[in-house]
């Protein structure tokens, strides 16, 4: 089993900035992509960004420009930084990761973290 732990969440303004980070229980190189997916209340968990075990990285039109997702294999960890974050922003953010192979085998997702956006 992977454990998924986020962190960096918290109640900022508008045009303010976060930085999340995902700390996963294994090498983050083993699995095949990792991603950040947002819900906010009443709707459904949609892909914010993504980034691939070769570090092609993906983003959702209404982020992209705003956020950058990276990663330290070193740390074992995965980030998101957000600029310029907007009231939409607001939701709880949840990263996932794939890992193809191996006795870990599977899709595995952290336990969320709330970003409160202000007006």
């Known amino acids: 089993q992977v454990q998924l732990v986020e962190s960096g969440g918290g109640l900022v303004q508008a045009g303010g900035s976060l930085t999340l980070s995902c700390t996963a229980s294994?090498?983050?190189?083993?699995?095949?992509?990792m991603g950040w997916y947002r819900q906010a209340p009443g709707k459904q968990r949609e892909l914010v960004t993504s980034?691939?075990?070769?570090?092609?990285?993906n983003y959702a039109d209404s982020v992209k420009g705003r956020f950058t997702i990276s990663r330290d294999s070193a740390k074992n960890t995965m980030y998101l930084q957000m600029n310029n974050l907007k009231p939409e922003d607001t939701a709880g953010y949840y990263c996932?990761?794939?890992?193809?192979?191996?006795?870990?085998?599977?899709?595995?997702w952290g336990q969320g973290t709330q970003v409160t956006v202000s007006s």
């Open positions: 996932d990761a794939e890992v193809p192979w191996g006795p870990s085998r599977g899709h595995y």
């Open positions: 294994e090498n983050i190189l083993r699995f095949s992509a």
């Open positions: 980034i691939t075990a070769r570090g092609t990285t």
